[in-house]
């Protein structure tokens, strides 16, 4: 059974980067034809996705974060690492970290396979 586990921050100071590694049990991130995401939410905006890594490691993102997203992954260390830069108090949600067997852009519901979320506030 695979598992997902964010690590990273709860605080992060405006202007810096974010930056939060998904860890991944039970299964491998290169397997075919997965996709690992990152997605956040908010109480305002609900779920919003931000981006994507798939099996073969190309990245896709939202368009609106395009400019200060990367996902980069460690095939070793079977994990992937969100980093968004120049963060804002914009930028405070509960982030998650997902696996789907297709891109999927759009979220209505959590994702059923995904990490426990953790908590990132923006603020000085």
């Known amino acids: 059974q695979v598992q997902l586990q964010e690590s990273g921050p709860g605080l992060v100071k405006p202007s810096q980067t974010l930056s939060h590694t998904c860890t991944v049990s039970g299964g491998s991130i290169t397997t075919a034809y997965y996709y690992w995401s990152w997605i956040r939410q908010t109480p305002e905006k609900g779920l919003g996705w931000m981006g994507a890594i798939s099996y073969s490691g190309n990245a896709y993102f939202s368009p609106s974060l395009r400019s200060r997203a990367s996902i980069s992954r460690d095939t070793f260390k079977n994990s992937f690492t969100l980093q968004l830069m120049s963060v804002t108090p914009e930028d405070t949600a509960v982030y998650y970290c997902?696996?789907?067997?297709?891109?999927?852009?759009?979220?209505?519901?959590?994702?059923?396979?995904r990490g426990q979320g953790t908590q990132v506030t923006v603020s000085s």
């Open positions: 997902a696996r789907e067997d297709r891109l999927v852009r759009y979220y209505t519901n959590p994702p059923k396979i």
